[in-house]
């Protein structure tokens, strides 16, 4: 049984900073794709950071490129997402996700395309 379990969540300023984590238990994510995505009030939930765990390799949705940053430990089987500078438009649900295959360079920014999610933590920047 795979568990995502967010924490880290709160309220924040603008300007500030914030890391959320995400601790994955029940199987090796060694092939796995992990993510981050949020959902805002009255909005659909968005691709916001991505990470392959065997390489490293990272994705970023353009609205946080260059202030969020996501990482892993392989040692505690846990994904970070730091949120540098945060906006209040960056307030929102923040979702772990994993994906165990993809296929596609496009699949990373799916929501669809993982399969386990993780319950969220709330994150509101103040302005």
């Known amino acids: 049984q795979v568990l995502l379990v967010e924490s880290g969540g709160g309220l924040v300023q603008a300007g500030g900073s914030l890391r959320l984590s995400c601790a994955a238990t029940?199987?090796?994510?060694?092939?796995?794709?992990m993510g981050w995505f949020r959902q805002a009030p009255g909005m659909e939930r968005e691709f916001v950071a991505g990470?392959?765990?065997?390489?490293?390799?990272?994705y970023y949705a353009d609205s946080v490129k260059g202030r969020f940053t996501i990482s892993r430990d392989n040692a505690k089987n846990t994904v970070y997402l730091q949120m540098n500078s945060p906006k209040p438009d960056d307030t929102a649900v923040y979702y772990c996700?994993?994906?165990?295959?993809?296929?596609?360079?496009?699949?990373?920014?799916?929501?669809?395309?993982?399969?386990?999610w993780g319950q969220g933590t709330q994150v509101t920047v103040s302005s």
């Open positions: 996700a994993a994906a165990a295959e993809i296929r596609y360079y496009s699949d990373i920014y799916a929501e669809a395309a993982y399969d386990y």
């Open positions: 029940g199987r090796a994510f060694s092939s796995y794709v």
């Open positions: 990470i392959k765990w065997s390489s490293g390799s990272r």
